[in-house]
């Protein structure tokens, strides 16, 4: 049941882990100390005006396809990948006290792989304006019975307030935002 749920959404080597735990149930609600990660495409909608249909939703397939790999490979969750943005979960499902330093670091070492990539691809990962927030607190995660194969549903403050943190790098023309109780 673990693999399935978390199939593409966890790395292989944490799925493992998962499979093998015996602690973790998702049969019940649980509630869990967590950071949340969002990046998005800021300038999308230049992008949608500048762009061919083909072309922006070609754009957006390379761009998730890079950073869930990426995050991935960093020991995130990768809870959803699409067109709003991806958002990452670090401390679920598997326990970390250091969840907010592993996600900051993610966003870190996420930022400057895409730099180096997008500089390489001035055509298309070039074209983007990255933008990344990140932020820690109380989650409630279950999942829900009545879609084929389970689906996780989280619940929490931390996802709202990274996605508010993305869109604030805008103002104050930084690139990665964090709140305070992922900075402490």
């Known amino acids: 049941a673990a693999a399935r749920l978390f199939h593409n959404r966890l790395a292989p080597a944490a799925q493992e882990r998962l499979t093998k ?28 005006d500048e762009l061919s249909p083909s072309a922006c939703a070609q754009l957006t ?15 995130g969750y990768l809870h959803a990948a699409d067109g709003e943005g991806i958002r ?14 592993e996600a900051a670091q993610a966003a870190l070492a996420f930022r400057d792989r895409f730099r180096t990539a ?11 304006d990255l933008r990344l927030g990140v932020s820690s607190g109380m989650v409630i995660a279950t999942v829900r019975e009545d879609v084929p194969g389970g689906e996780i549903v989280i619940a929490g403050e ?5 996605r508010r943190l993305a869109r604030a790098n805008q103002i104050y023309g930084s690139q990665i935002l964090l709140d305070p109780r992922a900075f402490s």
């Open 88 to 101: 990452v979960l670090f401390g679920f499902p598997g326990k970390s006290e250091r969840h907010a330093f």
């Open 118 to 128: 997008a500089s390489g691809k001035p055509d298309s990962l070039g074209k983007i």
């Open 21 to 48: 735990s015996e602690s973790f149930d998702l049969s019940q609600p649980v509630a869990r100390d967590a950071s949340f990660l969002f990046c998005e495409i800021a300038n999308e909608t230049d992008l949608i």
């Open 61 to 75: 397939r390379e761009f998730i396809d890079f950073a869930s790999r990426d995050f991935l490979e960093a020991g």
């Open 158 to 162: 931390p996802l709202e307030v990274a």
